[in-house]
């Protein structure tokens, strides 16, 4: 049992383990051994892919939360969300399959016909699809993009030039959001396609990364199109990638990784500092578990789905960047995935890509900030019963302060006026309120799941780990709100005083951080 996995019921933990047994299989040294191919971002042949997809498929797990009318597992989205984490930990590529980018939008917005054509096979391991969004010169702004699909007597006629796509080298279709209204508004003016890759007028050419794996760059020289292509409404193209990219933003694949590469840090890596990863991972450990929670209980899904992406993929970077710096001086070359030697650096280099990928980790710090805007967070989750473990209830304390430290900092930091603005308009402001915000629910969060497990290795573990993110958030989001509040939150009869003078007093309770990472390290250094 691996200390950072998530906490599941029965019958979908014994699902877990099927998964598991499946993945070690397909992903044992002799069987991928021969397939490497350091230009396609999973590290394999196309070989490989198809017949490790297939292989997934005929196990269910590919469309696994699917609706059974579509060919799928009709189970939540929680059985997808875990299999993805699994297939990143096992470094298995059925993490991006035609399902995984094309499912979702298929199922949902396509006719009979088009499931039947490119759904169906994709739900075999038999068909791959791309998503082709982004452009050069728009970014994260798909309201700028330049793509045009024209109306005429045959159909439509596309042209212009997809850029970022995921394994544009080996699909069969790309969804392609175009504009089809020039002078409409943005968000109704544009609409989804479905555009077979070997039709005429359509190149893709792979462009390599930092890393050597390709990104593909497909250019549409106008490309003939019939209304069966047209993949939804005319015109509703921006709501259903917002649709589409809400259920993509949710993936634990990034909190595989992470798992991942948590278990293969140097053995030369200092006991407190790899403690202090262990730490960070369980705040993101919490939020995917939390995120699991709202799935199963078929709950909606919103800003949690940002939260989860923006921790884990930063998660990542910090990970990445402490082993590379602990690695001895002959383990910090480059090697490619899949290759004998030390994966540091490679890691290092590809923990760039996940907080760009399915929109910049800044864009959704934006959709996090507005989905708290109007909200009173004053009112805590409640949490389960700590009893008398003096750990845990110090953390809960803790969390009380923080909470209402956050609070008082809506009510009041953010509306007050700087520049002929409000405070809170200013997106620095926006984004340091919203990781006060995150910080204070990783506290609720890793005390909450903390309290629920029995007493053992993985109770102490997550203990320790809720008081070292305890003692560090609570100072930080204490720090914050004295930034937004400006100089007159700093004065002894400001509310904000107790709190701060609290905050210091409580780093000492219950254990400090220098305690509670040594026990963390006891428990995560390799014997």
Same mark, same amino acid.
């Given at each position: 049992?691996?200390?950072?996995?998530?906490?599941?019921?029965?019958?979908?933990?014994?699902?877990?383990?099927?998964?598991?047994? *499946?993945?070690?299989?397909?992903?044992?040294?002799?069987?991928?051994?021969?397939?490497?191919?350091? #230009?396609?971002?999973?590290?394999?042949?196309?070989?490989?892919?198809?017949?490790?997809?297939?292989?997934?498929?005929?196990?269910?797990?590919?469309?696994?939360?699917?609706?059974?009318?579509?060919?799928? #597992?009709?189970?939540?989205?929680?059985?997808?969300?875990?299999?993805?984490?699994?297939?990143?930990?096992?470094?298995?590529?059925?993490?991006?399959?035609?399902?995984?980018?094309?499912?979702?939008? +298929?199922?949902?917005?396509?006719? &009979?016909?088009?499931?039947?054509?490119?759904?169906?096979?994709?739900?075999?391991?038999?068909?791959?699809?791309?998503?082709?969004?982004?452009?050069?010169?728009?970014?994260?702004?798909?309201?700028?993009?330049?793509?045009?699909?024209?109306?005429?007597?045959?159909?439509?006629?596309?042209?212009?030039?997809?850029?970022?796509?995921?394994?544009?080298?080996?699909?069969?279709?790309?969804?392609?959001?175009?504009?089809?209204?020039?002078?409409?508004?943005?968000?109704?003016?544009?609409?989804? *396609?479905?555009?077979?890759?070997?039709?005429?007028?359509?190149?893709?050419?792979?462009? %390599?990364?930092?890393?050597?794996?390709?990104?593909?760059?497909?250019? *549409?020289?106008?490309?003939?199109?019939?209304?069966?292509?047209?993949?939804?409404?005319?015109?509703?193209?921006?709501?259903?990638? /917002?649709?589409?990219?809400?259920?993509?933003?949710?993936?634990?694949?990034?909190?595989?990784?992470?798992?991942?590469?948590?278990?293969?840090? %140097?053995?030369?890596?200092?006991?407190?500092?790899?403690?202090?990863?262990?730490?960070?991972?369980?705040?993101?450990?919490?939020?995917?578990?939390?995120?699991? &929670? +709202?799935?199963?209980?078929?709950?909606?899904?919103?800003?949690?789905?940002?939260?989860?992406?923006?921790?884990?993929?930063?998660?990542?970077?910090?990970?990445?960047?402490?082993?590379?710096?602990?690695?001895?001086?002959?383990?910090?070359?480059?090697?490619?995935?899949?290759?004998?030697?030390?994966?540091?650096?490679?890691?290092?280099?590809?923990?760039?890509?996940?907080?760009?990928?399915?929109?910049?980790?800044?864009?959704?710090?934006?959709?996090?900030?507005?989905?708290? !805007?109007?909200?009173?967070?004053? !009112?805590?989750?409640?949490?389960?019963?700590?009893?008398?473990?003096?750990?845990?209830?110090?953390?809960?304390? /803790? !969390?009380?302060?923080?909470?209402?430290?956050?609070?008082?900092?809506?009510?009041?930091? +953010?509306?007050?006026?700087?520049?002929?603005?409000?405070? #809170?308009?200013?997106?620095?402001?926006?984004?340091?309120?919203?990781?006060?915000?995150?910080?204070?629910?990783?506290?609720?969060?890793?005390?909450?799941?903390?309290?629920?497990?029995?007493?053992? %290795?993985?109770?102490?573990?997550?203990?320790?780990?809720?008081?070292?993110?305890?003692?560090?958030?609570?100072? &930080?989001?204490?720090?914050?709100?004295?930034?937004?509040?400006?100089?007159?939150?700093?004065?002894?009869?400001?509310?904000?005083? %107790?709190?701060?003078?609290?905050?210091?007093? !409580?780093?000492?309770?219950? #254990?400090?951080?220098?305690?509670?990472?040594?026990?963390?390290?006891?428990?995560?250094?390799?014997?």
């Amino acid at each position: 049992m691996r200390l950072t996995e998530l906490w599941l019921d029965t019958e979908f933990d014994r699902w877990r383990e099927e998964v598991r047994a *499946f993945l070690r299989a397909e992903m044992a040294p002799g069987n991928v051994s021969g397939h490497t191919d350091p #230009g396609d971002l999973t590290g394999l042949d196309r070989d490989f892919e198809r017949r490790h997809h297939q292989a997934a498929a005929r196990r269910g797990f590919v469309a696994v939360s699917l609706p059974v009318a579509d060919g799928g #597992g009709g189970r939540s989205r929680a059985y997808k969300h875990v299999y993805d984490l699994e297939a990143a930990y096992h470094g298995a590529p059925s993490v991006d399959t035609g399902v995984t980018l094309c499912g979702f939008v +298929l199922s949902r917005f396509g006719t &009979d016909p088009q499931r039947a054509r490119w759904l169906a096979p994709m739900v075999t391991g038999d068909t791959l699809g791309a998503i082709a969004y982004s452009e050069a010169g728009a970014g994260n702004n798909l309201a700028a993009i330049a793509t045009t699909a024209t109306r005429d007597a045959g159909g439509w006629v596309l042209s212009g030039t997809k850029s970022h796509v995921t394994g544009a080298h080996k699909a069969e279709v790309a969804v392609v959001l175009a504009v089809t209204d020039p002078g409409g508004p943005p968000r109704s003016s544009m609409t989804m *396609f479905l555009v077979p890759l070997d039709a005429p007028g359509v190149q893709v050419v792979r462009r %390599p990364t930092l890393n050597g794996w390709t990104l593909g760059e497909i250019t *549409f020289t106008q490309v003939r199109l019939d209304d069966h292509c047209v993949l939804g409404e005319t015109g509703r193209g921006w709501s259903q990638v /917002m649709a589409a990219v809400a259920a993509e933003r949710g993936s634990l694949a990034y909190y595989g990784w992470a798992e991942c590469w948590l278990g293969r840090l %140097p053995v030369t890596m200092s006991g407190p500092e790899r403690a202090r990863l262990h730490a960070s991972a369980s705040r993101v450990r919490a939020f995917s578990q939390r995120l699991i &929670d +709202l799935e199963l209980a078929d709950a909606p899904v919103g800003y949690e789905a940002s939260v989860v992406k923006v921790t884990a993929t930063e998660l990542l970077q910090d990970i990445a960047r402490a082993a590379a710096a602990a690695a001895p001086p002959d383990e910090r070359g480059w090697t490619a995935m899949f290759e004998e030697g030390p994966p540091y650096v490679y890691d290092a280099l590809e923990a760039i890509h996940p907080t760009l990928s399915v929109g910049a980790n800044e864009t959704h710090r934006d959709m996090i900030a507005a989905a708290l !805007a109007d909200r009173d967070l004053s !009112a805590a989750p409640p949490l389960p019963d700590v009893g008398d473990d003096p750990v845990l209830a110090a953390c809960a304390t /803790m !969390a009380a302060d923080a909470r209402q430290v956050l609070a008082l900092t809506a009510q009041h930091a +953010l509306s007050r006026p700087l520049y002929a603005k409000r405070v #809170g308009e200013f997106q620095a402001a926006a984004h340091r309120f919203v990781d006060m915000a995150v910080a204070v629910e990783a506290m609720e969060l890793t005390t909450g799941q903390a309290a629920l497990v029995p007493a053992g %290795p993985p109770r102490d573990y997550l203990a320790s780990a809720a008081k070292v993110t305890a003692n560090e958030n609570l100072l &930080d989001v204490v720090a914050g709100a004295h930034q937004l509040h400006g100089a007159d939150g700093y004065y002894r009869d400001h509310p904000l005083a %107790p709190y701060a003078r609290r905050a210091w007093a !409580a780093q000492a309770q219950a #254990g400090t951080t220098a305690e509670h990472l040594d026990r963390l390290a006891r428990l995560t250094t390799p014997p």
